[in-house]
């Protein structure tokens, strides 16, 4: 059974950092592009970034270049969001997904970022 579990979400205040988890389960993670979304109250599923499986190449938004560091750990079979200088703008659920739609994905962890 395909799983993705994530966690590590919370409140913050602008400037903090947090790192996500994404605990998965049922697949081998080394074999599928691994993605993370986020979702704002309201909004649809942004793409935030992603990494390919063999070669491990790495994406990011215009909104979180340079700030967002993706990540995994392949003998644990998680994947990571290492997350700094966050914003307000940066708040919303947060989403792990084996598929470029997200459709094969978690439930996802908040994140509120908020002075």
């Known amino acids: 059974q395909v799983q993705l579990v994530e966690s590590g979400g919370g409140l913050v205040q602008p400037g903090d950092s947090l790192t996500l988890a994404c605990a998965t389960s049922?697949?081998?993670?080394?074999?599928?592009?691994l993605f993370w979304f986020r979702q704002a109250p309201g909004q649809g599923l942004e793409l935030v970034s992603y990494?390919?499986?063999?070669?491990?190449?790495?994406f990011y938004s215009d909104a979180v270049r340079g700030r967002f560091n993706i990540s995994k750990d392949s003998a644990t079979r998680t994947l990571y969001l290492q997350m700094n200088d966050l914003k307000p703008q940066d708040t919303g659920l947060y989403i792990c997904?084996?598929?470029?739609?997200?459709?094969?994905r978690g439930q996802g962890t908040q994140v509120t970022v908020s002075s």
């Open positions: 990494m390919t499986s063999i070669d491990t190449h790495t």
């Open positions: 049922g697949f081998p993670i080394d074999n599928y592009w």
């Open positions: 997904a084996r598929d470029q739609h997200g459709n094969e």
